[in-house]
């Protein structure tokens, strides 16, 4: 009965890292994608979210006031030559050294499963 103990807190605890790994993961990439975002600037955005709501609508301008904008001009694509950009050949490579990666992780958590269930 020791030694089932024993395996179960080893895989107890390695669950409870994968999983605060991973919400360590989710919250750095929720942060590099918006931002870090602390409980005051939650606050303070809320609040200038309700100032704007309480302030109220300008009328739209006239015929007079209004000014002529620009014609947008179409931007030019870009002409490329007959070979691959580099930045495809990297990110080509980088896909396949993280599935490779990925693949032999998978593996070596299948063989620790393997070896604490037996």
Same mark, same amino acid.
């Given at each position: 009965?020791?030694?089932?103990?024993?395996?179960?807190?080893?895989?107890?605890?390695?669950?409870?890292?994968?999983?605060?790994y991973g919400i360590e993961m989710a919250t750095?990439?929720?942060?590099?994608?918006?931002? @870090?975002?602390?409980?005051?600037? +939650?606050?303070?955005?809320?609040?200038?979210?309700?100032?704007?709501? %309480?302030?109220?609508? $300008? =009328?739209? @301008?006239?015929?007079?006031?209004? +000014?002529?904008e620009p014609a947008a001009t179409q931007p030019?694509?870009? %002409?490329?030559?007959? $070979? =691959?950009?580099?930045?495809?050949?990297?990110?080509?490579?980088?896909?396949?050294?993280?599935?490779?990666?990925?693949?032999?992780?998978?593996?070596?958590?299948?063989?620790?499963?393997?070896?604490?269930?037996?």
């Open positions: 009965m020791g030694r089932f103990t024993i395996r179960f807190a080893l895989f107890g605890l390695l669950v409870a890292l994968c999983i605060l750095s990439g929720i942060e590099r994608i918006q931002g @870090p975002l602390s409980g005051q600037q +939650q606050t303070e955005q809320l609040e200038q979210t309700q100032d704007d709501i %309480k302030k109220p609508v $300008k =009328e739209t @301008p006239g015929k007079e006031e209004r +000014q002529e030019q694509p870009l %002409k490329r030559s007959g $070979k =691959e950009p580099s930045v495809d050949v990297l990110a080509d490579h980088t896909a396949g050294v993280l599935q490779a990666v990925s693949s032999g992780g998978i593996r070596f958590i299948v063989s620790i499963f393997d070896a604490i269930t037996q």
